[in-house]
């Protein structure tokens, strides 16, 4: 099994800086990741595909980059409804595979 | 638009069984894979397994294998995820959720179904 790697675990960040979280697989998946959004009580989104494509409705300021085993999602300027918790995904083979979650929280 | 609707909250006892159904629409149902994935209580995503839903064939994650099975009936655009042999680590909620093209990513998920193990 691929097992996939995130960090840090959670980050405090205040409105309008810039965060970055990283997920790294324990082996080659190309650009097979993806990255989720999820909020309390509700089911995650998907922001960004295959690495690097912005999820069409998703904001400019989220933004993806990486291949191979390393991946990061940035977003460019933090905004209250960003706070949550960012999940990466492989789906280069099954089992599919996700990082144990990054929580974003309000400094 | 593409939906997935989910059915209701269960409450079953040790060494049940649960089905889960997850309706379709917005789409011709059997043209793209539905995965289920399911989250216990404050921990992270899990994936349990997939099912085509033209040919109806499937692939589950080893640690569900003998205990999940992922139905569908074509006829109402609606998929199953039956868990048998229920324990208290099987309190979760389940998503069902589709994956779009070629090498999946999840978009759109089901609104989730919490199903709660309890003596």
């Known amino acids: 099994d691929i097992q996939m790697t995130q960090s840090p675990s959670s980050l405090s960040a205040s409105v309008g800086d810039r965060v970055t979280i990283s997920c790294r697989a324990s082996q080659s998946i190309s650009s097979f990741l993806n990255w989720y959004q999820q909020k309390p009580g509700r089911a995650p989104e998907l922001l960004v595909y295959a690495a690097s494509s912005l999820q069409g409705g998703v904001p400019s300021r989220f933004s993806g980059s990486g291949s191979g085993t390393d991946f990061t999602l940035t977003i460019s300027s933090l905004q209250p409804e960003d706070f949550a918790t960012y999940y990466c995904?492989?789906?280069?083979?099954?089992?599919?595979?996700f990082g144990q979650g990054t929580r974003l929280e309000i400094k | 638009q593409v939906q997935l609707v989910q059915s209701g909250a269960e409450v079953k006892k040790p060494g049940a069984s649960v089905r889960v159904s997850c309706k379709a629409s917005g789409y011709t149902f059997t043209g793209y894979y539905l995965h289920w994935v399911r989250q216990a209580p404050g921990q992270g995503l899990e994936w349990m397994g997939w099912?085509?839903?033209?040919?109806?064939?499937?692939n589950y994650a080893q640690k569900f294998q003998g205990r999940v099975t992922v139905t569908r009936d074509t006829s109402i655009s609606t998929a199953y995820m039956e868990l048998s042999r229920l324990t208290s680590d099987d309190t979760a909620v389940y998503y069902c959720a589709q994956v779009p093209a070629g090498n999946g990513w999840f978009d759109p998920w089901g609104q989730g179904t919490l199903v709660t193990v309890s003596s």
């Open positions: 995904q492989q789906s280069s083979s099954t089992p599919i595979t």
């Open positions: 099912i085509n839903p033209n040919s109806g064939g499937t």
